[in-house]
């Protein structure tokens, strides 16, 4: 076996081990500590944490979401963690772009082109429960989340809970 497939194997299982250590722990944390793309590490999680949807859903997704109120939108970099809370609006490709303008904060151009897999993750963030929806890159990095918002109490949205399991259902 090579030194790089050793290389590789060693850095899963010290993923592995950060995450029986710390299982609500960021994913992109654990990725970047041990040289991993992000979905490399979602992968790891117990089945049924992380279901994943075909790359052709994208529009189908994003649709379903615009009915959903206010999300919680986030861009995850190695320089910025950026949240920003608002409806997603309806979408439109063109000129190779899903192009999203409206009455919202969230807007701007995405490569959907890009996104190789979308994935409904279920799992625990810091002792909560957490339901996202992750859009990746062939590169295993995420493009971007959509959260499941919470209330004053810090629970999570009744009816959005409803809407995610309802959308996740469709690619189990």
């Given at each position: 076996?090579?030194?790089?497939?050793?290389?590789?194997?060693?850095?899963?299982?010290?993923?592995r081990a950060a995450l029986a250590a710390k299982p609500d722990g960021v994913?992109?944390?654990?990725?970047?500590?041990?040289?991993?793309?992000?979905?490399?590490?979602?992968?790891?999680?117990?089945?049924?944490?992380?279901?994943?949807?075909?790359?052709?859903?994208?529009?189908?997704?994003?649709?379903?979401?615009?009915?959903?109120?206010?999300?919680?939108?986030?861009?995850?970099?190695?320089?910025?963690?950026?949240?920003?809370?608002?409806?997603?609006?309806?979408?439109?490709?063109?000129?190779?772009?899903?192009?999203?303008?409206?009455?919202?904060?969230?807007?701007?151009?995405?490569?959907?082109?890009?996104?190789?897999?979308?994935?409904?993750?279920?799992r625990k963030f810091h002792g909560r429960r957490s339901l996202s929806i992750?859009?990746?890159?062939?590169?295993?990095?995420?493009?971007?989340?959509?959260?499941?918002?919470?209330?004053?109490?810090?629970?999570?949205?009744?009816?959005?809970?409803?809407?995610?399991?309802?959308?996740?259902?469709?690619?189990?």
């Amino acid at each position: 076996m090579s030194a790089q497939i050793i290389a590789f194997e060693d850095r899963l299982s010290a993923a592995r081990a950060a995450l029986a250590a710390k299982p609500d722990g960021v994913i992109e944390n654990v990725a970047r500590e041990h040289g991993l793309p992000p979905r490399e590490v979602l992968a790891m999680l117990p089945p049924g944490e992380a279901v994943s949807a075909p790359p052709a859903a994208f529009e189908a997704i994003w649709t379903d979401v615009t009915t959903w109120g206010e999300v919680l939108f986030i861009v995850n970099t190695p320089d910025i963690v950026l949240e920003c809370h608002g409806p997603l609006v309806p979408g439109s490709s063109g000129h190779g772009w899903f192009n999203v303008h409206g009455d919202s904060p969230i807007g701007g151009h995405i490569k959907a082109s890009n996104c190789q897999e979308i994935c409904f993750v279920d799992r625990k963030f810091h002792g909560r429960r957490s339901l996202s929806i992750q859009f990746f890159n062939a590169a295993g990095e995420a493009m971007f989340k959509i959260f499941v918002r919470r209330d004053k109490a810090r629970d999570l949205m009744a009816d959005q809970v409803l809407r995610f399991e309802a959308l996740r259902t469709t690619y189990l």
